[in-house]
């Protein structure tokens, strides 16, 4: 009887190895599971560092990025004296409205301060006038509406006004810089200077613009 009892004990050995070496096995796959998980997670860490960088790297290079204002004199004049003498007795007395464009290109405003824009003929001052200080908005241009007088009093020499008047037009200069500020993220400030230079032809008979250049 004992014997036999000795005989049915044998059998559970082997179904003891079993379950060691499933539970070994459920062991590695969970460890192996772990594993795939961390380097997810290590390729997901380097993926946002990657794109995090990137979008740094255009953020700085756009919106950081300071460019200087343009001003520009602009072509809609209106002229309220337009007085001019001839070839042989040259000068020229004349009264106009226009505006005066501060195009800001930046991520932020542009505030600049009042300055004088100055109407030259061949080098000669013949006219100043005042632009007041403004704001530009980001991305945007500001006009200023401004009222011109000009005259020729101050010209030594009217030989090529006469020349000009001749050929039946009028050609002025005018020449402005604004100095102000340009506002990132409303803590960054940076000063910036934009310049003017503009000639326009006038021509005489129609009392209208001609041509407008700005450098």
Do not use: H, W
């Amino acid at each position: 009887m004992a014997e036999k009892m000795n005989q049915q004990e044998y059998p559970l050995a082997p179904a003891t190895r079993q379950s060691r070496s499933d539970e070994e096995s459920g062991t590695l796959r969970s460890e192996e599971l772990k594993r795939k998980k961390r380097i997810k997670l290590a390729i997901y860490i380097a993926a946002f560092a990657v794109f995090q960088t990137i979008v740094i790297l255009v953020f700085a290079l756009t919106v950081m990025r300071v460019k200087t204002p343009k001003v520009r004199l602009g072509t809609d004049v209106t002229f309220q004296n337009f007085i001019t003498g001839t070839q042989a007795s040259p000068s020229f007395d004349l009264s106009f409205t226009t505006q005066v464009g501060v195009k800001n290109t930046n991520f932020g405003p542009y505030k600049f301060d009042s300055t004088i824009a100055t109407f030259m003929y061949q080098g000669v001052t013949v006219g100043q006038v005042t632009i007041p200080k403004g704001k530009a908005g980001l991305r945007s241009t500001k006009k200023v509406g401004i009222i011109v007088n000009v005259n020729s009093n101050a010209l030594s020499s009217t030989a090529s006004l006469g020349s000009e008047l001749g050929a039946g037009v009028l050609t002025l200069n005018s020449q402005a810089k604004l100095s102000g500020k340009v506002e990132l993220m409303f803590v960054m400030k940076k000063k910036k200077s934009a310049e003017m230079n503009c000639t326009m032809t006038i021509e005489v008979s129609t009392k209208a613009i001609q041509s407008m250049s700005c450098e």
